[in-house]
C-alpha cells in the first residue's frame, strides 16, 4: 500500500500553495479563538470589580481568578467531546464548531449585565459562559494541531507545527493590543466603567472572519485515507484510554511533558502580568505595553525551537526549557521586582515585617469563598491586610492565648479581634471603627518603612524589565514550540484527537490554568510575594525528570505508519 504523499514530500521543498493555506486557514482560526480565551485573563482585575463587587478587593480578585480558572477545569472534558467527535467525524467540522461555541461565549460576555445590575446572576452566569468558552477550547488545539502535522511533510513537523505554537502568545498579545487601543481612546474611567466590554464584543467579528476561512478547508488527508479504508476507530474514548498499552503514553506525555510546560507557559505569559499589576503595584497600561513589547521580541522562537527540532530533536529542547525555568525563576522575579519596582525591593530588604500569632488563631487566606467579614481574628486581619499592600513578612508562631502582634521594624502594631453584627453580613461599629485605625496604622508604618503605595513610573528601568519579560517568554518558546508535533508523533491516527487532546488539556487546564490561583494563594497563607513561584518550580522539575527517563524521542516517527501502539484490532 503506498505510502501518504505527505510522508513522500521532500523535506527540502519549499512550502507549497496548499500547504501554506492549511497553516494560515488554521492559525487563523486558533490566534481568534486564543485571543476570546484570554480577554478575561487580561481584564481581571476589572472583571472583579463588575462581577464579585460585594467582595473585598483581595477575595474578589482571587474569586475573578478561579471563574478565570473555571474555563481551564473543563478544558479536558471538552477535548474528550470533540475529541471523540473529531476522531469520528473528521478534524474540519469539529474545529469549526470549537470556534462558533467559543466566539458565541465570548460576545455575550461582552453584554453581559454586571453584579449591581443583575446581582448574583452576572458572576453565575459568567462563570456559566467560562466554562463553554473551556470546553470549546477543549476541543481546539487537538484539532488544529493534528490538521496541520498530517499535512506536513515527514522532517518537517516541527517547522509547520511551531506556526499554531504562535497562536496563544499572538492571540494573548491581540487581546493586549485591542485592550489598550481602547483604553488609550476612552481613558481609564471609561474603560473601567463600560470600555471593557468592547474587545469582547468585537470578537463576533472575529468569528465571522475564521467561520468564513475555515468553512474553505478540506478535511485532513491523513483521516480521509482511513475513513475511505475503513479503519477509523469505533470507540476512540475506550481504545485511548481504556487500553493500558495507549493510556500509558498518554499519561507520560501529561506528566513528562505537558505539565511542566503548562506552567512554564502560564508562569511566563500570565502570572508576570498578574505580577506586576497585583503585586509590583504596576499600572494596567504600562504592564500590558511591557509585556506585549516582550511577546513582539520573543515571538519568532517559537518558530526557531520547532525548525530546530526537527534536526536535533523535540526532547532536549523542551526538557532544556524545564530545567532552565526551574532554576532561574526566583532570581528573574526578584530581578523584575527591582526593575519594575524600586523602592518595594528597597523597603523588602531593609525593614522586616513579622506576624506573631497563634497559629490556631490564623484562617487560610487563599480561600476563593471568604470575605473579609469571614476574617475576624487578629491574624486574620493582619495577614488580609499586609497581603492588599504587597508586603512580604515572615510568621513566627506564639503560644496559645498569647495576642498577634505585627513588627515593621521596629514599629509595633496589635490588630483588633472583630465582632459581626447579628445578620453576620458586616462588622459591628467598633469593629469597623477598630478596623480602620489598623489600617491606618499600617499603612502609616509601611510608608515610614519605605514601603510605596504602587509603583513610580519615573525611577522604573522599563528596558531592563522587558529583557526579563522577554526571557521568560522565551523559556515558553522552548517547551511550548515543538510540543505539538511532538504529542502528534506519540500516538497513532486513529485515535490521535482524542489522546492529544486530554493529555495538553489536562496539563494544559488544570496544571496550568490554575497556575495564577494556586500562585497567588499560596503568597496569600505564606506572606512571601515570591512564594507562589515554587509551584511552577516544582511541576517544571519533576516533569523534566519523568521526562528525560520515560518520554522517548519521536522527530523520525512515521505518523502515517498503519499502527504506532497497541489497539484492540492489531493482529500478533
Not at 302 to 314: A, Y
Not at 462 to 489: C, D, F, K
Request: with cysteine; charged share 15%.
Amino acid at each position: 500500500m503506498a505510502s501518504h504523499p505527505a510522508a513522500e514530500h521532500d523535506p527540502h521543498a519549499p512550502m507549497s500553495r496548499e500547504e501554506k493555506k492549511v497553516i494560515f486557514a488554521s492559525s487563523l482560526g486558533t490566534v481568534f479563538e486564543w485571543y476570546d480565551f484570554y480577554l478575561y485573563g487580561s481584564l481581571a482585575p476589572i472583571i472583579a470589580q463588575q462581577f464579585f463587587a460585594p467582595l473585598d478587593p483581595t477575595a474578589a480578585f482571587i474569586f475573578a481568578l478561579l471563574a478565570f480558572a473555571a474555563g481551564f477545569i473543563v478544558r479536558p472534558f471538552g477535548a474528550l467531546v470533540f475529541g471523540r467527535l473529531g476522531d469520528l467525524a473528521g478534524r474540519k467540522y469539529t474545529f469549526l464548531l470549537t470556534i462558533i461555541l467559543m466566539g458565541a461565549s465570548t460576545f455575550l460576555v461582552g453584554i453581559l449585565p454586571g453584579y449591581n445590575s443583575i446581582g448574583i446572576a452576572a458572576p453565575i452566569i459568567l462563570i456559566a459562559l467560562r466554562l463553554l468558552q473551556g470546553l470549546a477550547l477543549g476541543g481546539e488545539y487537538g484539532g488544529a494541531a493534528t490538521y496541520v502535522a498530517e499535512h506536513a511533510p515527514q522532517g518537517k513537523r516541527g517547522a509547520y507545527t511551531s506556526w499554531i505554537q504562535t497562536t496563544a502568545t499572538l492571540g494573548l498579545l491581540l487581546s493586549l493590543l485591542v485592550i489598550m487601543g481602547i483604553r488609550s481612546v476612552m481613558g481609564e474611567a471609561a474603560f473601567a466603567d463600560v470600555g471593557w466590554r468592547i474587545p469582547f464584543i468585537l470578537s463576533v467579528v472575529l468569528l465571522g472572519i475564521s467561520v468564513w476561512v475555515r468553512l474553505s478547508m478540506s478535511e485532513s488527508p491523513a483521516f480521509q485515507k482511513m475513513k475511505d479504508e475503513g479503519k477509523l476507530s469505533d470507540a476512540p474514548l475506550s481504545e485511548s484510554f481504556g487500553q493500558w498499552q495507549n493510556l500509558r503514553i498518554v499519561l507520560i506525555a501529561l506528566f513528562g511533558l505537558v505539565a511542566g510546560q503548562a506552567v512554564v507557559w502560564y508562569t511566563g505569559q500570565f502570572y508576570t502580568l498578574f505580577f506586576l499589576t497585583g503585586v509590583l503595584k504596576v499600572d494596567s497600561q504600562t504592564a500590558n505595553l511591557l509585556l506585549a513589547l516582550a511577546l513582539v521580541i520573543a515571538t519568532p522562537f517559537f518558530l526557531v525551537f520547532g525548525s530546530l527540532s526537527d534536526r536535533v530533536g523535540r526532547k532536549p529542547i523542551i526538557l532544556a526549557g524545564l530545567l532552565l525555568a526551574a532554576l532561574t525563576y526566583t532570581s528573574l522575579f526578584r530581578e523584575l521586582t527591582e526593575a519594575a519596582n524600586p523602592d518595594l525591593a528597597r523597603a523588602q530588604a531593609s525593614a522586616r515585617i513579622v506576624l506573631k500569632a497563634d497559629p490556631a488563631t490564623c484562617s487560610f487566606q487563599g480561600s476563593p469563598i471568604a470575605r473579609e467579614v469571614d476574617f475576624t481574628s487578629a491574624c486574620d486581619i493582619a495577614k488580609r491586610a499586609l497581603a492588599q499592600s504587597a508586603a512580604s513578612y515572615s510568621n513566627e508562631p506564639l503560644p496559645a492565648g498569647e495576642p498577634t502582634l505585627v513588627m515593621v521594624g521596629d514599629v509595633r502594631l496589635t490588630p483588633p479581634t472583630l465582632k459581626l453584627m447579628a445578620d453576620k453580613a458586616r462588622f459591628d461599629e467598633e469593629s469597623s471603627k477598630a478596623l480602620a485605625e489598623f489600617r491606618a496604622a499600617l499603612g502609616d508604618a509601611l510608608n515610614a518603612a519605605g514601603y510605596p503605595a504602587k509603583a513610580d513610573p519615573a525611577k522604573m528601568d522599563s528596558v531592563r524589565i522587558v529583557l526579563i519579560l522577554a526571557i521568560l517568554v522565551l523559556y515558553v518558546t522552548m517547551v511550548y514550540g515543538p510540543i505539538a508535533a511532538m504529542l502528534v508523533e506519540l500516538f497513532p491516527t486513529r485515535i490521535r484527537y482524542s489522546s492529544l487532546s486530554l493529555a495538553y488539556h489536562v496539563g494544559n487546564g488544570w496544571f496550568g490554568g490554575l497556575m495564577p490561583t494556586i500562585a497567588f494563594a499560596m503568597v496569600a497563607q505564606n506572606g512571601d510575594i515570591y512564594h507562589g513561584l515554587w509551584y511552577p518550580i516544582v511541576i517544571a522539575g519533576l516533569c523534566a525528570l519523568i521526562g528525560l527517563f520515560f518520554l522517548r524521542e519521536t522527530k523520525d516517527v512515521d505518523i502515517y505508519a498503519k499502527f504506532l501502539y497497541w489497539h484492540p484490532n492489531k493482529t500478533r
